[in-house]
């Protein structure tokens, strides 16, 4: 019997300790990306939290100002 292998689901929001562990930096450094350099969040009270694709683009932008 073949085994069928259901499609990984990706996760709709990051919190700051998973966008932190993604980008190799601490969790202060994402609230300082937070607070100065625009890192789009999404507020559930007081928690924030990312878009992954939000993430990317943010990267990407980031990327070309250089």
């Given at each position: 019997m073949q085994q069928v292998q259901k499609p990984s689901v990706q996760p709709m929001l990051m919190n700051v300790t998973q966008v932190a562990q993604a980008l190799g930096v601490s969790r202060g450094t994402v609230y300082q990306m937070i607070l100065t350099a625009?890192?789009?969040v999404v507020l559930f009270g007081r928690k924030r939290m990312v878009r992954p694709d939000a993430l990317k683009a943010w990267l990407q932008d980031r990327e070309q100002q250089l």
């Open positions: 625009n890192l789009p």
